[in-house]
C-alpha cells in the first residue's frame, strides 16, 4: 500500500482521466517507489474502497459503439471534482505495462505438422513422406514460424512485454529433447526474435542463434512424463484399463477393430488405435488424400480415438493429475517465484 495519495500512490499519480481505445498507448505510468515494493499504508491515510457497483462504467467496446466516428473522448472525466475517480477493466489491464511492475508469463504449445511416427502395413504413403518417421515437416515449420510471429505481436507490438531484441534475462526457453520439438521452437524463434540492430551478424541471414534449453527424454517428467521411468505412474495407467468401463467399451468395438485390422494390416485394439488415426492426422496436413476406406471408418475412429484419451483424464485422481501434469506446472510456478528474486531467468 502506498505511504500517501499524494505522490507515493501508483493509481492517484497514473491520472489516466478521458483513457479509451484510442488514447491508451499514449499514456505514461509513473515509476513510484510503492508501484515496485509495498509499504504499511501510513496513519491517517484512508484507505479507498471500491465503488458499490459498476453500474455506469463502459467497457471498451460500450465506449466505442456511443462514441462512433467521433474524434471527442466520450468517457471524459470532470476533472474539478474531487470524488474517487472509478477505474474500469480496461484500465486496470492496462496497468501492467508500467515497466517497473514484475511480470512473468508462460506459454506451452506443441510442435509444428510432422510425418506419422509409425506407419501401418498397407499404407499407401509410406516411402513417399521426405523426412524420417515423426520429424517435423515443411508445413509444420511455417506453422510454428507463424506462432513466433504471433507471439511477437502479442508481447512485444501490442503490450510491450518483452523486448523487441532478444535479452536472455527476458526469456527461457525450454524443449523436449525430440527433433521435431527442437527443430519447433527453431522456428518458432526465428519468427519471435529475428535479429536486428547489434544482433544481424549476416545481413543475408534473418536469423539468430538463440539458446534452447533440453533434458534427455527418458529423464524429463516436466515436459514428457509418459516417458520418464516412473513405476507408480505406469502402475496407475495399467489399472484403468482393467476398470469395467475401458473393458466394455473395447469389447463392444470388436468388430470395428477387426475391419480395421483388415484395411491397415495390422492388429488393432485400444492401446494402439492412435496409431491409425495419427497417420490420417500428418497426411491429411501434408495434403494426402486419404484411400477410399477411410470415409467408412473415419467417424468411428475419431469417436474411438478420442473416448480412449479422454477416458484416461476423466478418471484421473489428484495423484495421476499431480505426476502427468503436477509436474510442469512447478516447474513453471518454482520458476516464476526464482525470477521474481532474480529478475532472470538465465541458469
Request: net charge negative.
Amino acid at each position: 500500500m502506498p505511504k500517501n495519495h499524494s505522490d507515493d500512490c501508483y493509481f492517484c499519480s497514473c491520472n489516466v482521466q478521458g483513457f479509451n481505445l484510442k488514447n491508451k498507448t499514449d499514456i505514461s505510468y509513473p515509476n513510484i517507489q510503492s508501484a515496485i515494493f509495498s509499504f504499511p499504508h501510513g496513519p491517517g491515510v484512508p484507505i479507498p474502497s471500491p465503488p458499490d457497483s459498476l453500474h455506469g462504467i463502459l467497457d471498451d467496446h460500450e465506449i466505442l459503439a456511443q462514441q462512433g466516428d467521433s474524434e471527442e473522448d466520450s468517457d471524459y472525466y470532470n476533472h474539478d471534482t474531487t470524488d474517487p475517480i472509478p477505474f474500469s477493466q480496461s484500465e486496470l489491464n492496462n496497468l501492467v505495462r508500467e515497466p517497473g511492475l514484475p511480470k512473468d508469463s508462460a506459454e506451452v504449445h506443441r510442435h509444428g505438422a510432422r510425418s506419422p511416427i509409425h506407419f501401418f502395413p498397407n499404407n499407401q504413403y509410406v516411402n513417399q513422406w521426405p523426412v524420417n518417421p515423426g520429424m517435423l515437416t515443411k508445413i509444420g515449420m511455417n506453422m510454428t514460424y507463424r506462432l513466433g510471429e504471433f507471439l511477437k505481436k502479442r508481447y512485444i507490438v501490442e503490450s510491450g512485454f518483452i523486448n523487441e531484441s532478444y535479452v536472455q534475462k527476458e526469456i527461457y526457453i525450454r524443449s523436449s529433447d525430440e527433433s521435431r520439438c527442437l527443430q519447433s521452437v527453431e522456428t518458432e524463434l526465428a519468427g519471435l526474435f529475428p535479429p536486428i540492430g547489434y544482433q544481424v551478424w549476416n545481413k543475408n541471414i534473418n536469423w539468430q542463434p538463440i539458446p534452447i534449453h533440453s533434458v534427455p527424454f527418458d529423464n524429463d517428467p516436466v515436459l514428457r512424463p509418459h516417458e520418464t521411468n516412473c513405476p507408480r505412474l505406469k502402475e496407475i495407467l495399467h489399472q484403468l484399463t482393467l476398470k469395467p468401463e475401458y473393458i466394455k467399451k473395447e469389447h463392444d468395438n470388436q468388430n470395428f477393430l477387426k475391419v480395421l485390422s483388415n484395411y491397415t494390416g495390422m492388429k488393432v485394439d485400444f492401446t494402439n488405435i492412435w496409431k491409425v488415426d495419427d497417420v490420417f492426422e500428418c497426411e491429411a496436413a501434408q495434403g494426402f488424400s486419404p484411400p477410399k476406406w477411410y470415409k467408412d471408418i473415419e467417424m468411428q475412429l475419431l469417436d474411438i480415438c478420442s473416448w480412449v484419451f479422454l477416458y484416461q483424464y476423466k478418471n484421473a485422481d489428484d495423484e495421476l493429475g499431480r505426476l502427468l501434469g503436477g509436474t510442469l506446472l512447478d516447474w513453471i510456478n518454482t520458476n516464476m517465484r526464482n525470477f521474481k528474486t532474480k529478475r532472470s531467468y538465465d541458469e
